[in-house]
């Protein structure tokens, strides 16, 4: 997980596990300290027990997650995207970053120049939502997230939209 979430004793609300091994879930009291150890098993188990939960977050981030038994990564951006996370496509490979240099430095990889985003880019002042000024680069829209399986297509979906129906839970 690359940034920060907040309000840590709404997210223990959910539980964590006991123990690795136990499989079982205590409530945390929000007088835990915050470790990324300790986020990353939050969310591990908001994600578990919550399914595609990732709408209860608060806070600024970008996550990974590889499920080694479905075989398949998550990749996840907050609800207001003020933590990045890029994809670049080659081919048969897809890489990932929170950053978009370490993704343009790679001497196999030949950056090219994404005509529309230039447009739109000259146009308004910011490319279109999603890409980025260089082609097969795109930036994960702020409130979805991005499932990649072994031989299928990167498949995009928004969890979050600030119409949603239902007010937030406290």
């Known amino acids: 997980i690359s940034g920060v979430l907040y309000r840590h004793d709404g997210i223990a609300q959910f539980g964590r596990p006991a123990s690795p091994a136990s499989g079982t879930v205590d409530t945390v009291s929000s007088s835990d300290a915050a470790t990324p150890a300790r986020e990353a098993a939050w969310v591990l188990t908001l994600l578990k027990r919550e399914g595609a939960a990732l709408a209860e977050l608060r806070g600024e981030f970008a996550l990974a997650i590889w499920d080694g038994a479905r075989r398949r ?4 951006r907050d609800a207001l995207g003020q933590r990045n996370l890029f994809v670049r496509s080659d081919d048969d490979f897809h890489f990932f970053s ?6 343009l430095d790679d001497r196999e990889f030949s950056c090219e120049l994404d005509f529309e985003s230039a447009f739109h880019y000259l146009a308004c002042g910011l490319p279109p939502p999603g890409h980025t000024m260089a082609r097969n680069v795109r930036r994960l829209p702020a ?28």
């Open 143 to 170: 409130g979805h997230l991005m499932w990649w399986e072994p031989g299928q297509p990167l498949l995009t979906q928004r969890y979050w939209t600030p119409l949603n129906d239902e007010p937030h839970k406290e």
């Open 73 to 76: 990564l998550l990749l996840a």
């Open 98 to 103: 929170s950053e978009l240099t370490p993704l």
